[in-house]
């Protein structure tokens, strides 16, 4: 699956526990990444201060289901479930 362009659910739903350009103290989850901009595009993509874990997100539909709003429930429900 192919991550749907402005979706951004991935960089709000889940928390972030590693520095980055500007959240040195990373981010918790349900807080907007502030590296995401006004079309939800993430500007930190490709480049090496990217967190890790933002790099290795596959979308699956398992976890993006149908839209950006049932992304960000599933995304919030791991979240919960492996905190």
Do not use: Y
């Not at 006004?38 to 890790?52: I, M, S, V, Y």
């Not at 993006?64 to 905190?83: F, N, P, Y």
Request: hydrophobic share 40%; charged share 15%.
């Amino acid at each position: 699956m192919e991550c749907r362009v402005g979706c951004g659910a991935c960089c709000i739903a889940p928390s972030i526990h590693t520095p980055m350009p500007n959240m040195p103290q990373g981010k918790k989850a349900g807080e907007r990444c502030l590296n995401l901009n006004a079309d939800n595009l993430c500007q930190l993509f490709g480049l090496p201060e990217r967190p890790a874990f933002c790099a290795a997100f596959q979308a699956e539909l398992s976890v993006c289901g149908a839209s950006q709003e049932e992304a960000v429930r599933l995304i919030g429900w791991l979240e919960g479930a492996t905190a």
